[in-house]
DNA sequence: CTTTGGCACTCCTGGCTTCGGAGTGCTAAT
DNA sequence: ATTAGCACTCCGAAGCCAGGAGTGCCAAAG
């Protein structure tokens, strides 16, 4: 219950307001309230408790004469207070389990699978993002030469292979000495954590097997890339079906979703701080931070490596959306997704 | 000129036709015609002479007393015959020797920062398809223990890593077994070419080590994923820009599109012929033998390393796109980055 | 035989009006 | 506090009209 009089009426008619607008996505009007939904009072009582939610700020109407459709904070509350949560349906719970079953055991071409998963299961479009090098922990690196003065570098993690790196050198380096000095940064580095690994390691190293600079900047290049900086890789999947959605019958509103889609940045800008949590987080319509996206929602749940929370599996679709049931379905992939590589046999 | 009596008025008059209709996006009249170029004759004439490309299926007609649009024949010999090649404007062939020049050294990297480039100057939907592994040379293999008994196979190519693979073994084997069987395969098969290394030449290798199936199974699954399958990635770019055509002011028309986008399949059945020629191609229409993409064209050129054709870069846009200009734009991006590949501080 | 001016005819487009219906807000009665 | 009743608002679909763009065809001219 809310401070400002939320009594069990209102927040019962606010509630119903944002179920029958997710399904029907036509403003709800009083009568249909108290015809579908048996309310007990007249549509006039209802109609004088609507009144009072508008001006609360949890509905608005999009014209007068016309019914009303949740705010953000009307949305906000059924989300916080008002839903009840939903179980996977059996079926569902089929899908996910046989469907990730099946995949991959590479770890990027999983990720792949589950978002494309989620967007048909959802209906909307999903994303993920990929496991940041910083969560891993660094197993194998090497250094191997593939034309006189070039070489690449290969850092292998916890994860699987996460990063190469090409370099070049100013004089010739002989193969057995890129495989001494890959030996030594095994030695020194084996299972250390991506992040705790720093430049002064490798320096170090180098300069023990008495290498030049060329070579350190090259491993460091590699361990930054397999760091990889802020802003991971964004799996996306099923942006057609947002088409369905009577919200965008106007093309104008899709061009905004679809650049931001194509740029990845301001997707993971918008998840990141979910990261930290381990609860799923729903971000609804202007709290995206972004005026482009204002009639959208995203749905975010963390998925894990072992104790650690190592990527984010998404939702985005209109505002009006079926907020308990993709919460369900996201959690559900997610944990299935989590144990999936928590069973050992994907990295 | 084509057999069925294309005299060198009808050709202007095609020409024409096609040229103010991408320009414009509406039906061509004939009056447009006789003010807008000097053709020397009356508006009735020209009327005529539209009537006859129409008989022959060069033009349609959306409605009785509308302008003519050309059909999919009409494009078609407009492309062959017809049009001025372009040459690439200085600003463009600046545009992309700039961004090329500043772009990563990773191929994968390159080739969709390549992509989002043609994407932008085409202002339509670039996609390419990144080098298969067929045409690379080997260059080395390394086995790697990541856990007791897990391990990644990583084979590097001509053009830098191109595939890893997990592997799990029944039975414990130590690191310097692993490092031997690298070392031994390395040895028989350095500098091949890719599609001649048969898993004969694993199998003979990992007996001779005295190792078992299991390892063999992982090497072989190693090399058949670098040398990956028919269809490789696609990298797509722009599908925002599509939207500004009016073409695709009906949500609908996209809903193909984008899904066709997201599965990449079908983006490569349409180029994968195109592989084979040195020339651009080009593709109208109902030519992309899908019903969905009928008033879409497609041009593709191939790009090289060395000698050979190792990609392609395309440009999807509505049927009614700039022919000359696009394959100008694709050719040129296309030829600077072969050249980037070429001059080998890419890989 | 080709070209062209003229003209009737077709069909699309945009604007305008109209009308019904859906919903609300308010008031007065319960 | 609830509710029946009613006036009022506003949207949206349907219909209608006028204008205009463009064609096809004919008959005359080169």
């Known amino acids: 219950m809310k401070q400002p009089g939320l009594d069990e009426r209102k927040a019962y008619i606010l509630a119903t307001v944002v179920y029958e607008y997710v399904a029907t996505a036509e403003p709800v009007a009083s009568q249909t309230l108290t015809q579908k939904y048996n309310l007990g009072v007249s549509s006039a009582t209802v109609r004088n408790e609507m009144a009072e939610l508008e001006a609360a700020g949890y509905l608005v109407q999009p014209h007068t004469s016309a019914g009303r459709v949740p705010s953000d904070a009307g949305y906000r509350t059924y989300v916080d207070e008002l839903m009840q949560p939903e179980a996977l349906t059996p079926g569902d719970r089929r899908r996910i389990r046989d469907e990730l079953h099946d995949a991959t055991r590479e770890l990027d071409d999983l990720i792949d699978q589950t978002t494309r998963l989620l967007g048909r299961l959802s ?12 969560t891993q922990r660094f197993k194998h690196v ?3 030469s593939i034309a006189p003065r070039t070489g690449v570098a290969i850092v292998v993690t916890s994860y699987g292979v996460s990063a190469q790196s090409l370099f070049e050198l100013k004089a010739d380096v002989c193969a057995d000495d890129l495989t001494r000095l890959s030996s030594a940064l095994n030695a020194r580095c084996a299972n250390r954590l991506m992040s705790e690994i720093g430049d002064a390691d490798v320096a170090a190293v180098v300069a023990e097997q008495g290498l030049g600079d060329d070579v350190r900047g090259a491993i460091v290049a590699a361990l930054q890339s397999a760091r990889a900086g802020e ?5 996306a999947a099923g942006t057609q079906n947002l088409l369905d959605q009577p919200e965008f019958a106007d093309v104008r509103k899709l061009r905004s979703i679809l650049r931001i889609v194509e ?3 301001t997707l993971y800008d918008i998840v990141a701080d979910a990261m930290t949590s381990e609860n ?3 971000k609804i319509g202007h709290e995206l931070g972004n005026d482009e996206l204002s009639d959208l929602s995203v749905v975010t749940v963390p998925y894990r490596f072992g104790p650690n929370a190592i990527g984010m599996l998404s939702i985005l679709g209109p505002r009006r959306m079926p907020y308990a049931r ?3 379905l996201a959690s559900g992939t997610a944990e299935s997704l989590s144990r999936r590589l928590a069973d050992g046999d994907v990295r």
Chains 1, 2 share one sequence.
């Not at 209906?123 to 910083?134: I, V």
């Open 326 to 328: 993709l919460l369900a």
């Open 142 to 144: 090497q250094l191997i």
């Open 280 to 282: 799923p987080r729903v």
């Open 231 to 235: 802003a991971p890789e964004i799996a």
């Open 263 to 265: 740029e990845q940045r």
């Open 123 to 134: 209906k909307s479009l999903a994303f993920a993002t990929k496991p940041q090098g910083e």
